[in-house]
């Protein structure tokens, strides 16, 4: 059965039995606590926490998931993958344990055909209900196993939903390993299918990692996960996840660009197929909007391409891999997920990049590393510092092993504990660091949950009203839930009906006012979500007491939201040309939307010319001159993805999508605040372009009144400089141009005149020279000569006396400070004299030090009337210096 089959079965099974299909979410998940999708139930934990009521009672979906918590297992295992399609069907409240134990048995045994005595079952030690399930369904006891709490428990880990989980597990034979069941043996009995059980809320747990259980759910749901990936390799008698055909075109071709096949087992056996697993999460995490970075999801991104590259190094692949892998996965799996084909030139570009600039690291770090293992041997020490391998990781991205495998190369071994001490404290500042930004974070979200779930949701009312009656229907002051707030307080407040538009999209959120009844007045300075579809407004008491049920008028600062509006606007319009100019590939990464100023982040790998940047922001005012219609519509989310709309990476998307087209070039779901025609977005100016990450730019513009104000202080500018040139503001660029021609010239010529001054004031000092010992000696005070022009003048006074033992100190005052420059002659130097010794003492008189090293020198200091002083200190210094020369 191939993997389309395997799906499709999957899919018609649970929507024969009442399920809603929902798409699967992006990897990048709309939920601060998540770098990259993790789980099927992502897109579902706020139905199963309470944050919003489940829009239906039963749901199907296969969700791509991004999981490297078990990365070193890829390769060394048959069944481990970073990228997997967790096929799940989930309960909110509807059916329980015997349903959910019923329609897996009976999906497996009669869909897949799967022979039921190859199919094992885990339960939770203490759960004798799911047991008796099973048995009842006629699975033996003897192959029903108990395990604890690590295999068969599932917590969010924070206070919520909890339960038992029950595993459905296959053995694939002695071939695999050895007799015992899941409990003895993950490689033979391969877990295919995890059934959660959310039966029990649980408290906060201790630092032990202990919870309390505080009672059984009054809704009681299942979230269960099948992996295709696992299911895929069993139902073709594939060996391993590699070699089904969900990514066996990748395994092929990774043996094509080695010339060889894959051997059976080995070291070299787990770099192929690494390589190609590691491909496949590769394209869809970049497909799916994640790009390369030093931290967060790019840092996933990017440590899952150096290891591809790595191995790849490994097996001898010395040209591009990346492209070509990535390239059999689009091939293989785009008709499925056609965002792996509507992104291949993006995904085509990242990974070129990176894999270029990740060639030059990998040269760079053999340098440096070679450089480190001489020092090494010629110490004498047997082992590379943990230091000198960890500053290769953590600052050139070098990778260990390369590290440990060049040593030992070179009959070193690397101090590996203190290696890993090192990247211990690392991640320990690192986690400490996010501790208390999640601590506060997961306090506040307890705090909205709690009003939440006792609330109904604002109306919002702001597409087509400015103002509102409403009811303040909650109340948060310093992170609490309150009934009342006095006059000065800061709040967070709930109400029953806004205009106030919360911040999405890129757009910032709506400020204005709340003028009760009662005479209270409120601030409100922004309005944000604090749940999905929970809308919170942040408000300053100006004066009088804020209490729940209060109601009054809201209004919106409506000059603000105006230019709120003409940046929305021009970021859809700007966004249609810049892919129109560039490429699709140049899609929004991220944006901000403020009033009459916007912010527009996109893919793409050069900088933008002046050229590319003059044609965008032409064509932007073009359509905006061309006062294009900007229409909101509504349609299902399969409907408006039929019609084109785009919709942006990271943001979260319901089954009805509301989408915002403007003329007929720009078509985006978007659920912000736009004009009503093109021309009310008003002038539009680029201000810069800039690199904000590998293989992401930013731009910068100004739209509305921001533009007229850019524009009003250019002119005023323009004119300021054609009033100071004596011109008009038209004829002002090439006077200007004249002016700085007659300039350049006037400086060489003062230059060649400052020089022949130089030159000739050096005679003159040279012809002072004083006989001492048995050499030369100028030491003299100058005037008129800069700090640049110092050590100059004393190394040409010094070329002009006869040749033999030769010093000239030469001082002068500048801005207040004392200047002191030595020079003396080779022979001096090669006895071993320093110019820096002459200047020694007569550094400290003045109130400096000295420095240089060699036959010049220079000091300096606060005090410039001791120069004389200063300077007769060096001339008996120079005195003694010739006399035992």
């Known amino acids: 059965m191939r993997s389309t089959q395997i799906r499709q079965t999957f899919t018609d099974f649970f929507t024969s039995r009442g399920h809603q299909l929902v798409p699967s979410s992006p990897l990048i998940p709309d939920d601060p606590t998540l770098l990259l999708a993790n789980a099927g139930m992502n897109q579902f934990k706020p139905y199963f926490l309470g944050e919003m009521p489940p829009p239906f009672p039963r749901a199907t979906s296969i969700q791509k998931c991004a999981r490297t918590s078990d990365i070193d297992n890829v390769g060394r295992t048959n069944r481990h993958a970073t990228f997997f399609e967790m096929m799940g069907n989930f309960s909110f409240g509807d059916y329980f344990k015997e349903d959910a134990c019923a329609f897996a048995w009976e999906l497996l045994t009669q869909g897949y055909g799967l022979e039921k005595d190859k199919l094992w079952i885990t339960v939770f030690k203490d759960d004798d209900e799911a047991e008796h399930i099973w048995r009842r369904i006629g699975v033996p006891a003897s192959r029903i196993q108990r395990l604890g709490m690590e295999d068969n428990y599932w917590s969010m880990g924070v206070p919520g939903p909890c339960g038992p989980c029950s595993e459905v597990n296959y053995d694939r034979g002695p071939a695999f390993g050895k007799e015992g069941g899941p409990a003895i043996d993950g490689e033979r009995y391969v877990e295919i299918w995890n059934l959660v059980f959310m039966q029990f809320q649980r408290g906060e747990g201790d630092k032990k990692g202990n919870f309390p259980i505080l009672g059984e759910l009054d809704r009681k749901g299942v979230d269960t996960g099948l992996g295709l990936d696992r299911l895929a390799a069993i139902l073709q008698d594939a060996q391993n996840v590699c070699t089904s055909d969900l990514l066996l075109p990748t395994f092929h071709t990774v043996q094509d660009l080695a010339g060889r096949a894959c051997p059976t087992e080995g070291e070299e056996k787990v770099s192929f197929q690494v390589v190609t697993e590691h491909a496949r999460s590769i394209a869809f995490l970049i497909a799916d909007g994640v790009l390369p970075a030093k931290d967060g999801r790019g840092y996933i991104l990017r440590r899952l391409m150096r290891r591809a590259i790595r191995h790849a190094r ?329 019609a084109g709309a785009i919709a942006l990476f990271g943001e979260k998307y319901g089954d009805t999508v509301r989408i915002v087209d403007i003329g007929d070039f720009s078509r985006e779901l978007c659920g912000g605040t736009h004009v009503a025609h093109g021309s009310q977005v008003g002038a539009f100016r680029l201000l810069s372009e800039s690199s904000i990450g590998s293989n992401l730019r930013r731009v910068e513009a100004l739209t509305g009144h921001g533009t007229l104000r850019r524009l009003d202080t250019e002119r005023r500018l323009l004119n300021e400089l054609a009033d100071l040139l004596g011109t008009r503001p038209t004829d002002a660029p090439d006077a200007l141009r004249k002016r700085l021609d007659a300039l350049t010239t006037a400086q060489r010529q003062l230059a060649r005149l400052r020089a022949s001054e130089l030159r000739h004031q050096a005679r003159l000092l040279a012809a002072q020279a004083q006989r001492t010992g048995r050499g030369q000696m100028v030491a003299q005070p100058v005037t008129g000569v800069a700090p640049d022009e110092l050590r100059g003048l004393a190394a040409d006074t010094l070329a002009r006396l006869s040749h033999g033992p030769a010093a000239v100190v030469l001082g002068a005052e500048h801005d207040g400070k004392a200047l002191l420059a030595a020079a003396i002659s080779p022979d001096l130097h090669q006895s071993g004299t320093q110019a820096s010794q002459i200047l020694a003492q007569a550094a400290r008189v003045v109130g400096g030090g000295s420095g240089g090293r060699g036959p010049l020198a220079s000091a300096g200091g606060r005090r410039p009337q001791a120069l004389n002083e200063a300077l007769d200190l060096a001339a008996r210094e120079v005195t003694r210096l010739l006399g035992e020369h």
């Open 314 to 642: 490994l097996l001898g692949i010395d040209g591009p891999v990346l492209p070509a892998t990535t390239a059999s996965v689009i091939g293989n799996l785009g008709d499925v997920w056609p965002e792996l084909t509507a992104q291949a030139a993006l995904i085509e570009q990242v990974v070129t990049a990176e894999e270029e600039s990740f060639t030059r690291t990998l040269a760079q770090g053999t340098r440096l590393l070679d450089a480190a293992i001489s020092r090494t041997q010629h110490s004498g020490s047997a082992a590379l510092p943990g230091e000198t391998a960890f500053e290769l990781a953590d600052t050139y991205g070098f990778p260990l092993e390369l590290t440990v495998e060049a040593a030992r190369d070179a009959g070193l071994t690397v101090d590996e504990e203190r290696f890993a001490a090192l990247l211990d404290e690392q991640r320990k500042r690192a986690k400490a660091g996010g501790k208390a930004k999640t601590a506060e974070a997961l306090k506040k979200m307890d705090t909205y949950r709690e009003l939440s779930a006792r609330l109904p949701r604002t109306d919002f009312l702001g597409y087509d009203h400015l103002t509102a009656e409403a009811t303040v229907t909650g109340l948060i002051s310093g992170g609490t839930v309150v009934t009342t707030a006095g006059e000065g307080a800061e709040v967070e407040l709930v109400l029953d009906r806004s205009p106030f538009y919360a911040e999405a999209g890129g757009q910032i959120g709506d400020t204005g006012t709340l003028t009760l009844h009662d005479g209270t007045v409120l601030k409100i300075t922004d309005t944000r979500y604090g749940l999905e579809g929970f809308r919170v407004h942040t408000a300053h008491v100006l004066q009088g007491e804020l209490h729940t049920g209060a109601s009054g008028e809201a209004v919106v600062d409506a000059e603000r939201r105006a230019g709120l509006m003409r940046s929305h606007s021009a970021t859809h319009i700007l966004h249609a040309v810049v892919m129109a100019t560039l490429g699709d590939h140049a899609r929004q990464q991220g944006s901000l939307v403020e009033p009459d100023r916007l912010r527009f982040d996109f893919a793409h790998f050069t900088a933008l010319t002046p050229g590319q940047l003059h044609q965008i922001e032409t064509a932007v005012n073009s359509h905006v001159l061309d006062d294009p219609e900007v229409r909101a519509w509504h349609a299902d989310r399969a409907e408006a993805e039929a």
